[in-house]
């Protein structure tokens, strides 16, 4: 069965420090994976996706995931943090042969000034 | 382009009485679902339609709820005689092709549902 597993419950990261949240699927065939932001009281917004070709993905706000299927995983990362990335990130799957998305639980991102 | 647009924004319901929750897809999306977000979780898939069709249903409570996405008009997700449980976050999800999980969901921004 498909899952996505997040986990890091909560992060606490300086401004300006590096970040990576980490996340693993659960899925038999070629996944379909995405990264997900919700400010608080928001709705969700499309940071990456990753689908075929390049392992290494780019996404707006200066974040990049890698997929690696070896390790089942597709860490969101991003060089430098600003006290705007406070928000909560939801990973998920989706694939050829279901028409769903998986979530995982979300990592609550906390910027220290 | 507008987004996906859900209304209203918040809902306060008590128990015993219904609740209806509106989205309008993104122009051009013909493929429509719900999640539920229940407080301190993820995302959890209920329903999946396309005009005037349930596609998928497996994730949708077998009482009280239903769904519909009419030809003309937004989808509706129902829910009769609401209990505390039903305390949510309802996403409406939309996008443009073949509604197999390949294809990138647009969210809108949610209704925040409240069973006093």
């Known amino acids: 069965a498909q899952s996505v597993t997040q986990p890091d419950i909560h992060i606490t990261v300086s401004e300006g420090a590096s970040l990576e949240l980490r996340c693993n699927y659960s899925y038999g065939a070629t996944p379909y994976l995405f990264w997900y932001v919700q400010s608080p009281g928001q709705g969700l917004q499309l940071l990456l996706k990753?689908?075929?070709?390049?392992?290494l993905v780019q996404g707006i706000k200066g974040f990049e995931a890698e997929f690696k299927r070896s390790q089942s995983s597709f860490n969101l990362r991003k060089p430098s943090v600003h006290w705007s990335d406070a928000a909560e990130y939801f990973c998920?799957?989706?694939?050829?042969?279901?028409?769903?998305?998986?979530f995982g639980s979300g990592t609550k991102l906390n910027v220290k000034p | 382009n507008a987004g996906v647009m859900q209304n209203p924004r918040h809902l306060v319901r008590r128990r015993g009485q219904e609740a209806r929750l509106r989205c309008s897809p993104m122009k051009g999306h013909s493929h429509v679902y719900w999640y539920r977000q229940l407080p301190e979780e993820g995302l959890k898939f209920m329903v999946y339609?396309?005009?005037?069709?349930?596609?998928?249903e497996s994730g949708m409570p077998k009482e009280r709820f239903s769904a519909e996405f009419p030809k003309e008009g937004p989808s509706i997700l129902r829910i009769q005689q609401v209990v505390r449980g039903d305390s949510a976050a309802y996403f409406c999800?939309?996008?443009?092709?073949?509604?197999?999980?390949?294809?990138?969901?647009?969210f809108g921004p949610g209704t925040r549902l409240t069973v006093l």
């Open positions: 999800a939309s996008s443009s092709t073949s509604g197999s999980g390949a294809d990138t969901q647009y």
């Open positions: 339609l396309q005009k005037e069709n349930i596609i998928d």
């Open positions: 998920a799957v989706g694939g050829y042969n279901f028409n769903k998305f998986y």
């Open positions: 990753y689908f075929s070709g390049d392992t």
